[in-house]
């Protein structure tokens, strides 16, 4: 007997929310959202500066607690050890080491995520961002735009399955950017699950689905076949 398409999606879920909300007394960073991503998805999540896109993320990474509700990355609690292992983030303003360069950077990652043979994969990165001729250099002395693609190697260096990324366009130049994007396309299809944050709308049309935030609150959640301009307005 064959097997019969009902139209349920059944891959298990990547990222999950359950009333995950963010105040700081009485205001609210993130009202009660509810959300479900299934693995391989790719997630972009829009909106004006203020929305609670990075808010969402950071809760979601470990980085700040919630106020209400959980959340579950790959079936664990944010921040515990096995969110760790299957999670990388690429956050919106990265933070290096003082001392160590970018290859040794990329050494420390790699290594503390259990990949024995990372240099090869080390070397293409950087050459695929355009930084193989800064690799003995401290990221700690870059520009904005070459610190985002040092951290984008960084987060690409290690396992993951899951990743989430903030506003990860920032100061990039377009072969930068390019760069980002194919890496994103072959995350994606490998079956990694990708959330990104973003406000340019440019770089969504790509994604399996659109999530749009206004204070704090989902006010869109479908494709990226749609007119979002009016969702990042303020």
Same mark, same amino acid.
């Given at each position: 007997?064959? =097997? ?19 105040? $700081?007394?009485?205001? @609210?960073?993130?009202?009660?959202? =509810?959300?479900?991503? +299934?693995?391989?998805?790719?997630? @972009?999540?829009? /909106? ?5 896109? &990075? ?5 979601? @990474? ?45 050494? $420390? ?12 994969? @080390? =070397? *293409?990165?950087? *050459?695929? %961002? ?10 700690? &002395?870059? #520009? ?13 260096? +290690? ?17 930068? +950017? ?21 406000? *340019?709308? &440019? ?5 399996? +689905? %659109?999530?749009?935030?206004? #204070?704090?609150?989902?006010? $869109?959640?479908? /494709?990226?076949?749609? =007119? ?7």
């Amino acid at each position: 007997m064959s =097997d019969v398409d009902d139209g349920v999606d059944r891959r298990p879920v990547a990222v999950r929310t359950n009333g995950l909300a963010k105040s $700081y007394g009485d205001a @609210a960073a993130l009202s009660p959202i =509810d959300l479900e991503v +299934r693995e391989g998805d790719r997630v @972009a999540i829009i /909106g004006h500066n203020g929305s609670g896109k &990075t808010t969402l993320l950071r809760m979601l @990474a470990g980085l700040l607690d919630a106020s209400e509700g959980h959340a579950e990355i790959a079936g664990n609690a944010p921040g515990s050890i096995p969110a760790r292992a299957a999670l990388s983030y690429l956050a919106d303003q990265p933070v290096f080491y003082d001392d160590l360069s970018v290859i040794e950077h990329l050494e $420390y990652i790699a290594r503390l995520h259990g990949v024995d043979d990372w240099r090869p994969l @080390a =070397d *293409e990165l950087v *050459e695929r %961002v355009g930084l193989t001729a800064r690799i003995d250099d401290l990221p700690t &002395t870059f #520009s904005r735009g070459l610190r985002q693609k040092a951290a984008i190697c960084l987060a690409f260096v +290690r396992p993951f399955e899951v990743l989430i990324v903030d506003e990860p366009f920032v100061g990039l130049d377009t072969p930068g +950017r390019n760069a980002l994007l194919a890496l994103f396309d072959d995350a994606q299809s490998r079956g990694r699950t990708l959330l990104v944050a973003t406000h *340019e709308l &440019t770089t969504v049309a790509t994604s399996d +689905r %659109v999530i749009a935030l206004r #204070s704090g609150e989902v006010v $869109y959640d479908g /494709g990226p076949d749609t =007119d979002l301009d009016d969702l990042v307005v303020g």
